[in-house]
Every structure is written in structure tokens, then in C-alpha cells.
């Protein structure tokens, strides 16, 4: 069960679908120093704390050749995150905004997102830094990060008069 259940204002949550579209294969699991969400950071940019992730022996010959790459996209489920939050109400933030403007956990597939620096891989152990997730959370996929195509140097978020508007 998620920690936050308590709504703020101008929250708004959807009825979920009894059904899911699709499932998922955990491929293991991440370990980090956080054992609750207040204690992690808020995303992995904020913290030098080596983490590692866990593979599970079946998916393990899939990390062939991942140590070419200097940093990676890694994937992995928020399960104490709430799933029915259309609107969101940050902690950090006047009002309410829409969930797929955010970066919360809280979301209809809690799906998170880090690119992190690669520091090793050992034995189905990959040590990393850059994570912000509670110990144990769910891993749900590793992908290279490539500079060229990845980094868009230009963006921005909350350009002027456009938050309102969403
Ligand atoms: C703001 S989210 C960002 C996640 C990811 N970097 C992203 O951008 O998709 C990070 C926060 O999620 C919360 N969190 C960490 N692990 C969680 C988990 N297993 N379930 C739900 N919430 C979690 C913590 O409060 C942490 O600070």
C-alpha cells in the first residue's frame, strides 16, 4: 500500500479500470540506502550514494556488453506509489497540476525513470550512482544511455504562461 493516502487540495483522482492492459516482468530489484520515501532524495542528482541493482539469474546473460556504456536508463516500479492521481497537489507547489506534468511516483503506471552513472557490474550485480528510490523497489529494465540521442540540451519545463494553460 502507498504512504501518502491523505489528499490535498485541488487532487483529483480517476476510477482505475478493473483490468490491466498489460503485464510486466520484474527483472529483479534495486538496492539503495532508503528504507522509507522521505528519506530518499528527490531525484538522483541529488545524492552520491552508490546503489546497486539486482538481476535475477534468468535475465542475467541479458547484461552482456552493458559495460561498454558509461551511464544507463534504468526502469523501475514505484509500488507504494498511489495509481489514481489525475491532478497532484507537490508539496513544493502553490496549486494542483496535472500528473503527467510531473515527475512524482504517484501515477496510473508508476513507472520511474533515472539516467545513472555505471561504476561496475559483478555477478548479476550492477553498482550504479544516481537513485532515488526506496530499498527493494522493483526493477523493470536497463537501457543504455546515449548522449546523442538522449540529451536535448534545449528543453525546458514550465516555459512561461504554460502551466496555467494545462
Ligand atoms: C520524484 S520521484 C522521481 C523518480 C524518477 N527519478 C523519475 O523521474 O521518474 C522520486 C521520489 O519517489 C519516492 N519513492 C521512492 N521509491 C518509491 C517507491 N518504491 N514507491 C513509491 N514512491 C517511491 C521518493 O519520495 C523519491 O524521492
Not at 83 to 103: C, I, K, N, Y
Not at 121 to 150: H, N, Q, S, W
Request: glycine share 8%.
Amino acid at each position: 500500500m502507498h504512504e501518502q493516502a491523505e489528499r490535498r487540495p485541488g487532487e483529483e483522482t480517476v476510477e482505475l479500470p478493473e483490468s490491466y492492459d498489460a503485464g510486466l516482468y520484474f527483472i529483479g530489484r534495486v538496492r539503495t540506502p532508503w528504507l522509507a520515501r522521505a528519506e530518499c532524495p528527490k531525484n538522483g542528482r541529488q545524492t552520491d550514494a552508490v546503489c546497486t541493482l539486482e538481476v535475477d539469474a534468468p535475465y542475467r546473460p541479458g547484461l552482456q556488453n552493458v559495460n561498454g556504456a558509461t551511464h544507463l536508463i534504468v526502469l523501475y516500479w514505484m509500488d507504494r506509489a498511489a495509481r489514481d492521481l489525475v491532478r497532484q497537489h507537490p508539496r513544493h507547489a502553490e496549486g494542483s497540476r496535472g500528473t503527467f506534468s510531473l515527475r512524482s511516483p504517484a501515477r496510473p503506471n508508476p513507472i520511474a525513470l533515472s539516467v545513472v552513472e555505471l561504476l561496475g557490474i559483478e555477478d548479476g550485480t550492477v553498482r550504479v550512482r544516481g537513485l532515488d528510490c526506496i530499498d527493494g523497489t522493483p526493477l523493470l529494465d536497463i537501457k543504455p544511455y546515449y548522449a546523442t540521442t538522449d540529451s536535448r540540451p534545449e528543453a525546458q519545463v514550465d516555459r512561461a504562461g504554460t502551466v496555467a494553460k494545462a
